[in-house]
């Protein structure tokens, strides 16, 4: 095999494993984002579990408060009872009222206080659901992971070797090119070169679109040993085995007095459809006593 077909090779292999990896990739990434979702409403239940308890403190502090004032309430009824004078009487009434004023402030605070307390609560079952149905979702996720990693581990270490041996035939300065490329190109190192006129000899690269000098066309048609990357895309460049005008020249150089005398028949008889087989391998053959002057 020649180089080029060494590189479709290795080419092929290295698609198939990265496709490969991709798909236990993507199941990692699927995964380790419900872990993260997770991680995150974790924390959240513990914000409102916090909340909730500083609520209650909250809660707690008032009632004592209202205790308390209660208390100074009885005491101070108690005084009124014994107040010897007016002007104590008085004072002590007063002071009871300032209390009592107090004291409803203080429940009003401590009814509002209860109301974020049950809010709060009612948040947090809400999350806990929630938390239910994401952990659901996570164990699904690492179960296709798993799966994933079961199927395909045993094909990919399998690929992985032949993909070793496949790259074995490919010597270092063109395997170190190949890589590079099918890094840069997500798997998409070899183009093609596309025929666009032979007539006119344009041809282009098949992956990027851009123009393919005929010079390039002529070496790769002759040698399946060039490594030509595409000036635009730098893909490596190869010609199918039916677009080979070097192919075809070493058939012809076997039946070379019939092409001849073929060849003079069709141009003075210029009987031929323009995109007739014979016509085509005409502009080839063509192309091929071109190329070689
Ligand atoms: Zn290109």
Do not use: W
Not at 161 to 171: G, K, Y
């Amino acid at each position: 095999m020649n180089l080029i077909e060494n590189l479709l090779t290795l080419h092929r292999v290295d698609s198939q494993v990265r496709a490969l990896r991709t798909r236990v990739t993507s199941a990692k990434v699927y995964f380790d984002a419900q872990e993260r979702q997770l991680a995150l409403l974790d924390k959240q239940k513990l914000e409102l579990e916090t909340q909730i308890k500083q609520l209650k403190a909250v809660l707690h502090g008032l009632e004592l408060d209202q205790t308390t004032a209660q208390e100074r309430v009885e005491k101070l009824r108690a005084e009124l009872n014994t107040s010897t004078n007016d002007r104590q009487y008085k004072a002590v009434l007063n002071e009871m009222k300032v209390l009592e004023n107090q004291k409803d402030d203080v429940v009003k605070r401590a009814v509002e206080e209860m109301n974020r307390v049950e809010e709060t609560q009612r948040r947090l079952e809400v999350h806990a659901a929630t938390i239910v149905e994401r952990t659901k979702v996570r164990e699904l996720a690492k179960a296709k992971l798993d799966e994933c990693m079961k199927d395909v581990g045993e094909r990919l270490a399998e690929l992985e070797s032949e993909r070793t041996r496949a790259a074995d035939l490919v010597p270092d300065r063109e395997r170190k090119v190949f890589d590079k490329v099918a890094e840069e190109t997500e798997g998409e190192a070899m183009a093609e070169v596309t025929i666009v006129d032979l007539r006119h000899r344009e041809f282009a690269c098949g992956a990027c679109n851009i123009e393919v000098p005929f010079e390039t066309y002529a070496k790769l048609s002759s040698s399946g040993n060039s490594l030509i990357q595409c000036k635009a895309c730098t893909r490596i460049l190869f010609l199918q085995e039916s677009s080979k005008a070097g192919a075809m020249s070493e058939k012809e150089k076997a039946e070379k007095p019939k092409r001849a005398k073929a060849t003079a028949a069709v141009n003075t008889s210029g009987g031929l459809e323009q995109d007739s087989p014979e016509a085509i391998a005409r502009d080839k053959a063509k192309f091929e006593k071109t190329r070689k002057l």
